[in-house]
């Protein structure tokens, strides 16, 4: 299987702390994004990175991609309550597939 | 706004009776993915149309069909639905494969 693995599976942490997730995939890709999806609705887009990139931003949002090792990492700043949510790291294979990966997902609680 | 719509958001069915769900989007993207997502799950991608162009997963069993009539709507058929295929569906649509995707809120499809 070429699904990714996230780690932790599952994080809680204060309001107002820092979260970061871990993904690490298999194969040669062309890139990487990051996906919230809230209990029970859809996936939300969060931030896409290319292989020749090593770190974006986007808000409170920062990920960074180590091709060499194969994983990515997605931190959230300042978490908030509305940061609760499942997060999915998701590839997109260099073979150009048209289709993504996604891995098995970090489920984030912020206490209040 | 330009947005992805499933319906219903709620499906309940009866063992062995078929089912149809539905996807329309108003983005003109070229893409559309349906998923299926267990209880603390990933997305598992069941087969996408790059336009007109039908892309089975090899694992979607043969009891799932799919329908792409135009660009806008998309449609999962379940030919007899077991207990086990009791999840979330998901349609997403991207502009070119292996993009950033928008999903839509989901169908949860319950079968007695």
């Known amino acids: 299987s070429q699904q990714g693995e996230e780690d932790p599976q599952a994080l809680s942490i204060q309001e107002g702390e820092n979260a970061t997730m871990n993904c690490s995939y298999k194969t040669s890709i062309n890139n990487l994004q990051w996906y919230r999806q809230n209990s029970g609705r859809g996936l939300v887009h969060l931030i896409l990175?290319?292989?020749?990139?090593r770190e974006k931003h986007s808000g409170r949002l920062r990920v960074t991609l180590d091709t060499s090792k194969k994983s990515s990492s997605l931190l959230i700043t300042a978490s908030r309550a509305a940061d609760t949510a499942s997060y999915f790291c998701a590839t997109e294979g260099d073979f150009g597939n048209e289709k993504l990966t996604f891995g098995t997902g970090t489920r984030l609680t912020i206490i209040p | 706004d330009a947005m992805v719509i499933q319906n219903p958001r709620y499906q309940v069915t009866q063992f062995g009776k078929p089912v149809t769900l539905s996807c329309s989007q108003t983005l003109n993207h070229n893409v559309m993915y349906w998923y299926q997502q267990k209880s603390s799950q990933a997305p598992k991608l069941l087969f996408h149309y790059y336009d007109k162009d039908f892309n089975n997963e090899a694992d979607t069993p043969d009891n799932f069909q799919s329908r792409r009539p135009n660009t806008s709507f998309c449609f999962l058929d379940i030919r007899s639905p077991g207990l086990g295929d009791a999840a979330m569906y998901l349609c997403a649509t991207s502009r070119w494969g292996g993009e950033t995707q928008y999903f839509g809120p989901g169908t949860r499809l319950l079968v007695l």
């Open positions: 990175i290319r292989s020749n990139e």
